[in-house]
Every structure is written in C-alpha cells, then in structure tokens.
C-alpha cells in the first residue's frame, strides 16, 4: 500500500483479484501456472470506489476522487 500509494479499499481490491486469479487456476488447470497481470485492473466497490448521484458519477482514483457529470437520457429503462 505504502510503495504504491494506494488508498486501503485499492489494496483490499488488489489481493482480492490475485487470490480469484490463483483460484481460477486452480480450478480450471491440470498443472500449474502462473498466473500473469498484464493490464491494471482493480475492483470496485459501490458507494466506496465509485457512486452515482442524480447528476454526477465518482470514482475513486490514485490521483484522487473524480467527479464527472454525465447524461441519463435513454437509459430509464435499465
């Protein structure tokens, strides 16, 4: 958390996809394999990693929280 800087739900995300990643492995493979990280990705928890109010979606990033408005249009059906 300290080298990377991360907030302390980032870090929770973190673990929590490496221990699915290895899971999967175990799961679904005959031997074993490495498993590789690519790409960042990170999980995100409602109402902490990321909400959305009446006019504005927010997400928790290492830079800070960001606040965007966005459009609803068309999207009552969902």
């Known amino acids: 958390r300290e080298k990377f800087g991360l907030k302390s739900q ?17 799961e679904n493979q005959n031997e074993w394999i490495k498993p ?12 902490r990693d990321y ?7 927010s ?6 929280r960001v606040k965007l408005s966005y459009f609803a249009d068309g999207m009552s059906k969902y």
């Open 59 to 64: 997400i928790n990033t290492l830079n800070g």
């Open 36 to 47: 590789l990280f690519k790409k960042p990705q990170y999980d995100l928890v409602w109402n």
């Open 10 to 26: 980032m870090a929770q995300s973190v673990l929590k996809t490496v221990i699915a990643r290895y899971k999967t492995i175990l």
């Open 51 to 57: 909400s959305l109010t009446q006019n504005r979606f």
